[in-house]
């Protein structure tokens, strides 16, 4: 499984951005969600979405500015991220598991880097 995360760019303080995650195979029964790791930072669990249900969850660092949708018919995961800030400037990463924290991951993306500016 091959797992493909675009969408990162520039934007400035305030602004929104949606990043997408392409999977190369329908998935199940599983949960596929976003990370994220900034400049000398830990990586950072940010929300998932239950593949079969679309049932979200998410990291309350992040719950009400970023929202977690995908669309089945395209196997493609998007992250909606609003009112954004330079300390969310980070690569965001996604990732496929079977636990709606994703402490164990299938398979990686390969990384989208967003830059915040102030």
């Known amino acids: 499984v091959q797992l493909q995360a675009s969408g990162g760019g520039l934007v400035t303080a305030g602004g929104s951005l949606r990043l997408s995650c392409l999977v190369s195979?329908?998935?199940?029964?599983?949960?596929m969600g976003w990370f994220r790791q900034a400049p000398g930072k830990e990586r950072e669990f940010l929300g998932t979405?239950?593949?079969?249900?679309?049932?979200?969850y998410y990291a309350d660092s992040v719950k009400g500015r970023f929202t977690i949708s995908r669309d089945a018919a395209k196997d493609t995961v998007y992250l909606q991220m609003n009112s954004l800030q330079p300390a969310d400037t980070a690569i965001y990463y996604c990732?496929?598991?079977?636990?709606?924290?994703?402490?164990?991951?299938?398979?990686w993306g390969q990384g989208t880097l967003v830059t915040v500016s102030s």
């Open positions: 979405i239950k593949w079969r249900s679309a049932k979200t």
């Open positions: 990732a496929v598991g079977q636990e709606k924290t994703l402490r164990e991951i299938d398979y």
């Open positions: 195979r329908t998935l199940s029964n599983d949960y």
